[in-house]
C-alpha cells in the first residue's frame, strides 16, 4: 500500500518541470505539494492549471527566489520530498550568467542549508536535478561517459559551470538522503520555438554525441521514484549520483538531431546549414554507458526520439505548410536570421569575438578554413564513434581503499593528504591537494564515484584546462580529444561576463572579479 506524501517543487514551470508535476497529481500519490514560483511569463498559466487544487488546498504555492534563505526555510519544512528541477538554462544563462548564477547555484545552497538545518528524522528527501553539461565536449574520440568520469565544463558555459557547483553543494552536504540525477538532453514542447529565437543551436557540432530523453519520460521518473520509495521499495538508489538515461535508439549525433528536426516540414540539415555553420568543439552532449541503471530501477522509459518528432507534426499542423514552401524561403527567414544572433558563431567573426571563436573552434583560422559547401564534407555516422569501454565490473563503493584513492589523487597529479580511511566509507570527509598545492575537501564518492576534483571554475569563471592536462591525466584522457597539447590559454569572464582569453604564463588579475566571485565561494561552505 502506498503511503501519502507531501512534495515540494521547484521549477514546475520548466520543461520537465510541467511534466513532473502532470505526472505526480495524476498519480495520487501526493497529498500536498508546496511549489516555488518565480515571477514570469510562465507563472500566470501555472495559476490558471491548478487553480483547483490550489483552491482546496493541495497545492501550496509560494512566490519567490530560490536563493531567498527565509523562503527556503519554510520550503521545506514538513515536508516529506524536495525535488529541486529549478534551473537557468541556455541560452538564458548566457545572456544572463547572474540569474544563473542566482538560481543554478545560491539558490542550491539555500537549499540544501535549509535541509540540514532540520533534525536529521525531520530532513526531506531530496532530489536534485544536475545536468549532462558537466561533462563538457566529446565527440567521436570519447563518445561514452558514466557517472565517475571527470568534469570539464566547457569554456564559457555559465549555466554548467554553476549547476557544477550547485551539484557537489548536495554531495558534499549532511542531509541524509539526497540523489543526484544528471539529465541528458531532452526533448520538449517548446524545443522547436526555443531554438529559432537564439543562436544556440550553432553551439551543437555536427559530430556531438547526444542522447535524447523527452520531457514526458523524465516526469515518469520522477513520479515512479516517489512512489516506490514510499512504498520502500527501492534499494541503493540515496546518496549516489545517476545519468538519467534515454532508450539506445534515441543515441544520435549532433547532425542527424539537426537532420531529424527539419525533416517534419520536408527538409534536412544540409538545406538549412553550411559546415561552417555549428562549432567543431566547446559543447556538451555524451551517451551514457550507465544510463540503464535507473531504467532498471525504475522502467521509466517510454519515448523513442522518432516518436517525439512525430508527436511535434502531429500538434503543430504549421509545419506541414513547410513541406509546400522553398527551403531557402524558409531557411532565409528562420536559420539564417539567427547568424545575426550575439550568440551565433557568425556573429562572433563578423565582429571580432576571437575569444568565443578560439573555445569553440580553435580560432578564427580554423573558422575561415571551414567549407561553406558540404561537397566532399564527411558527415559523421556511428561507425566513425569509438565503442563503450565502460565495464560492470568496476569495483563497488564498499572495496575501495585508500591505495585507490591515493592512485586516483597521482592520476590527477595531486595527493591525498587524509593519512587514514576505513575501506569502502565513501562518504567520509578527506583532506586532497591539486598540482597547484590547493586544499579542498570532499569525500571518495564525491571524487572517485562522481568524477569531481577541484579547478578554478568550483570558484570562479576561469576555465585552466589547457595548463592542468598538462600534468593531470585524468584531465588529459578527455580535454585533447577536441583541444591540442600545444594550446596554452585560460579562458576567463571578466567582471561584466565578457569571454577573455589569456596566456597559461598570466594570471587574472585580482580586481573586481574577486569580489563579484566571492559570493559564489561562500556557497560552497556550510554555514
Not at 181 to 205: I, V, Y
Request: hydrophobic share 35%; glycine share 6%.
Amino acid at each position: 500500500m502506498e503511503n501519502k506524501v507531501k512534495v515540494a517543487i521547484t521549477g514546475v514551470t520548466g520543461n520537465m518541470g510541467n511534466e513532473v508535476m502532470c505526472e505526480l497529481v495524476s498519480s495520487c500519490i501526493v497529498e500536498k505539494f508546496r511549489v516555488l514560483l518565480y515571477a514570469d511569463k510562465k507563472e500566470k498559466a501555472f495559476l490558471k492549471k491548478y487553480a483547483h487544487l490550489i483552491n482546496n488546498g493541495t497545492v501550496e504555492v509560494i512566490h519567490g527566489s530560490i536563493a531567498d534563505e527565509s523562503i527556503c526555510k519554510h520550503f521545506v519544512c514538513d515536508m516529506d520530498y524536495v525535488i529541486n528541477l529549478a534551473s537557468v538554462i541556455p541560452p538564458h544563462s548566457d545572456g544572463n550568467p547572474q540569474a544563473a548564477i542566482e538560481c543554478n547555484e545560491k539558490g542550491v545552497n539555500e537549499l540544501v542549508y535549509a535541509i540540514e538545518r532540520l533534525p536529521k528524522e525531520n530532513q526531506p528527501k531530496l532530489i536534485h536535478i544536475s545536468t549532462v553539461a558537466l561533462y563538457g565536449n566529446r565527440n567521436e574520440k570519447h563518445p561514452y561517459a558514466k557517472v565517475g568520469d571527470p568534469l570539464l565544463v566547457s569554456p564559457y558555459d555559465v549555466y554548467a559551470a554553476t549547476k557544477l557547483r550547485g551539484e557537489f553543494r548536495v554531495l558534499e552536504s549532511s542531509i541524509e538522503k539526497w540523489v543526484v540525477l544528471r539529465q541528458t538532453a531532452m526533448l520538449h514542447k517548446n524545443m522547436l520555438s526555443d531554438n529559432m529565437s537564439d543562436g544556440l543551436m550553432f553551439h551543437t557540432p555536427f559530430n556531438a554525441p547526444l542522447e535524447w530523453v523527452t520531457a514526458h519520460d523524465s516526469g515518469r521518473l520522477i513520479r515512479k521514484i516517489i512512489e516506490k520509495d514510499s512504498r520502500e521499495e527501492v534499494a541503493g538508489f540515496w546518496k549516489r549520483v545517476f545519468n538519467i538515461g534515454a532508450p539506445e535508439s534515441n543515441r544520435i549525433t549532433g547532425y542527424e538531431t539537426l537532420d531529424h528536426g527539419f525533416s517534419i516540414i520536408g527538409g534536412t540539415a544540409k538545406q538549412f546549414f553550411s559546415p561552417q555553420d555549428n562549432a567543431t568543439r566547446n559543447f556538451h552532449g555524451v551517451w551514457f554507458s550507465d544510463g540503464q541503471e535507473l531504467e532498471k530501477l525504475f522502467g521509466y522509459q517510454s519515448q523513442t526520439e522518432t516518436d517525439y518528432w512525430i508527436e511535434m507534426a502531429n500538434a503543430h499542423k504549421v509545419y506541414k505548410l513547410g513541406k509546400l514552401l522553398p527551403k531557402r524561403l524558409i531557411r532565409r527567414f528562420t536559420v539564417s536570421k539567427l547568424k545575426h544572433s550575439k550568440n551565433a558563431p557568425a556573429y562572433w567573426a563578423n565582429n571580432g569575438d576571437s575569444a568565443k571563436l578560439l573555445a569553440f573552434f580553435g580560432g578564427k583560422e580554423n573558422y575561415d578554413a571551414l567549407p561553406d559547401k558540404w561537397n566532399g564534407v564527411h558527415i559523421p555516422v556511428k561507425s566513425d564513434y569509438a565503442p563503450d569501454d565502460y565495464h560492470t565490473s568496476q569495483k563497488p563503493d564498499s572495496e575501495i581503499t585508500i591505495d585507490d584513492l591515493r592512485e586516483y589523487a597521482n592520476l590527477h597529479r595531486g595527493q591525498l593528504i587524509t593519512q587514514h580511511f576505513e575501506t569502502g566509507d565513501v562518504y567520509a570527509k578527506l583532506t586532497w591537494c591539486t598540482q597547484d598545492g590547493t586544499m579542498f575537501t570532499a569525500t571518495a564518492y564525491s571524487v572517485i564515484c562522481a568524477g569531481h576534483w577541484y579547478s578554478p571554475i568550483y570558484e570562479r569563471f576561469e576555465w585552466d584546462f589547457d595548463r592542468l592536462a598538462k600534468k593531470d591525466k585524468v584531465f588529459a584522457q578527455y580535454w585533447y580529444d577536441s583541444h591540442g597539447s600545444s594550446e596554452n590559454v585560460k579562458y576567463y569572464l571578466d567582471e561584466q561576463f565578457n569571454a577573455c582569453v589569456l596566456p597559461d604564463s598570466v594570471q587574472v588579475r585580482e580586481s573586481k572579479q574577486s569580489k563579484l566571485f566571492s559570493t559564489t565561494i561562500a556557497t560552497h561552505t556550510v554555514r
